[in-house]
């Protein structure tokens, strides 16, 4: 039996508790009855560090940049800013300020939460409407439009910018285009 | 595999017509990707975040073969009263062949199982429906995950491990 009670099941949200748990890692639970079982990983039993600032004591104490009442505690490794423990945020061997993680999460890949892969819409956007091709007419400008969008975009996170496909959507719908001019101009001089 | 930013591939899963999750793997952290062809969304794990992956069994692998064998079924009777009307079954033997195979692959992918990653904040699906692939994948990323959380003996010793992650 373990003493983990901070677990809840997945499926009825009831919260496992000591009855619960049949053996090391493994269980059943006692609200709807399925079974489960659970790879633990040290962080489960660890508990919860929450950062706690002290107050300035005296007048002469240094203060945190961002809350004159708190005492500061470590230096920004970015900026050199005084901050407390509270704004003391870990980074690997470093410790920064919300300001200068923030920049940091700004100019790296770390914060991105999504990315509209432009290479693949123009790709589409080129070669599906040939199965209809009166619709290349439309698709064909909008193309050229995503590729001169997704060029300098970064693409996707995984991927990359992937630029042959914007290069071969934007061939087809040159040609796309060049057939409808050809052929409206065969009409128009006829 | 290996993608150009670094990440390694650990899972892929359709989970729709059109829509695919995957996850991830870098130095410190676990990346899940819902896609559908045009917009990538992106969710971060860090090691240091997970405390456990649950594997709750699921009737998948059941609904699969019931679907399967009622297809073969059909397409084999279909079949076989073509063979006694003395017609070639040109169109339902093939179908029963392929709801068969269809059948054995889903034996082969072996039972069922849902996966969860858990977080002090969130418990997640992971696109994982089978339980050898749920345990290859605990395999793979659990002793890593448990040696990135795991506190060194000295405390002024520096370990890169237990760090969070850096943004440089």
């Known amino acids: 039996m373990t003493t983990v009670v901070e677990l809840s099941c997945p499926k009825c949200q009831h919260r496992f508790g000591d009855l619960d748990w049949h053996e090391d890692g493994a269980g059943s639970c006692r609200n709807c009855r399925t079974d489960f079982r659970a790879y633990r990983l040290p962080a489960l039993t660890r508990g919860r560090d929450i950062a706690r600032p002290k107050l300035v004591a005296v007048p002469e104490d240094s203060t945190c940049f961002f809350h004159v009442q708190n005492q500061a505690e470590k230096i920004c490794d970015g900026c050199g800013r005084f901050v407390c423990a509270v704004c003391a945020i870990p980074n690997g061997h470093e410790f920064h300020c919300p300001s200068c993680l923030s920049h940091r999460i700004n100019r790296t890949d770390a914060g991105v939460t999504e990315r509209t892969i432009f290479p693949s819409i123009a790709l589409t956007l080129a070669l599906f409407p040939l199965l209809l091709y009166p619709l290349t007419i439309l698709t064909a400008p909008i193309s050229i439009g995503m590729v001169f969008m997704g060029w300098s975009r970064p693409g996707s996170l995984l991927r990359g910018p992937q630029r042959w496909k914007l290069v071969l959507a934007g061939i087809v719908s040159t040609i796309e285009i060049a057939a409808w001019l050809f052929l409206l101009a065969k009409v128009w001089l006829r | 595999m290996s993608s150009k930013s670094g990440y390694t591939k650990l899972v892929r899963q359709s989970v729709g017509a059109a829509v695919y999750r995957s996850i991830w793997k870098k ?69 029963a062949l392929l709801f068969l195979i269809g059948l054995l692959w889903n034996y082969v992918l072996g039972p069922s199982c849902q996966l969860y990653l858990v977080t002090r904040i969130q418990t997640l699906r992971l696109p994982v429906h089978r339980r050898r692939r749920a345990e290859r994948f605990l395999e793979q990323i659990g002793p890593e995950i448990a040696a990135a959380q795991t506190v060194p003996e000295d405390p002024n010793e520096s370990s890169t491990a237990d760090l969070p992650p850096s943004i440089s």
């Open chain 2, 27 to 95: 130095d410190d952290h676990l990346l899940l990707v819902s896609s559908n062809g045009y917009v990538e969304r992106y969710q971060r794990f860090q090691y240091a975040d997970i405390r456990t992956f649950l594997v709750l069994p699921s009737e998948r692998n059941a609904y699969w073969a019931w679907s399967w064998t009622a297809l073969t079924l059909i397409s084999a009777i279909f079949a076989g009263s073509a063979i006694w009307r003395g017609d070639t079954p040109f169109v339902s033997a093939p179908f």
